[in-house]
């Protein structure tokens, strides 16, 4: 993998969650690990009740391996089954994924999607400290090929 491509991702990511990230309620910042397809640590901050930023770095195992990162901005909808502890979400966000160059052709290619996350999300506790959740995210790959993939998983993230 080039160090380069995973700097750039990273920065990426970073800007993504700091353009909007207000660090100044406690308990607002999870962090945690997501297993599935893509398998990883996994991280989201609540800008309000409803709305949150989540993302990720993991790696895939299916196809030509790779690392991904993602971001989404998530929109919660507690109406579902009138439950504070167990609100469903949907939204938007952008993915990369580093290919590893096993030599074949297309390695090594650095990928460029559009996710749009589903999933349902259970709070322990009141909301906090932890969450499980579990996500389905079809994804547009817009680059360096127009193409469809999906990431699936569920995971666990502990707030402070």
Do not use: C
């Amino acid at each position: 993998m080039n160090i380069k491509k995973t700097i750039i991702g990273l920065l990426v990511l970073i800007a993504a969650v700091n353009s909007n990230a207000q660090v100044n309620e406690k308990e607002n910042f999870g962090i945690g690990f997501l297993v599935g397809e893509p398998t990883g640590f996994s991280f989201k901050y609540w800008k309000s009740k409803e709305y949150a930023i989540d993302g990720g770095m993991a790696w895939s195992f299916l196809g030509n391996d790779g690392f991904q990162i993602y971001s989404d901005y998530l929109f919660h909808d507690y109406r579902l089954n009138n439950s504070e502890q167990w609100p469903a979400y949907y939204g938007i966000g952008a993915l990369l994924e580093f290919e590893k160059d096993e030599g074949r052709k297309n390695d090594g290619d650095t990928i460029f999607g559009i996710r749009v996350p589903f999933g349902m999300t259970y709070f322990f506790e009141n909301k906090k400290p932890y969450e499980f959740f579990i996500e389905l995210a079809p994804v547009l790959e817009l680059a360096p090929d127009i193409d469809i993939s999906a990431n699936v998983g569920i995971g666990l993230r502990f707030y402070f």
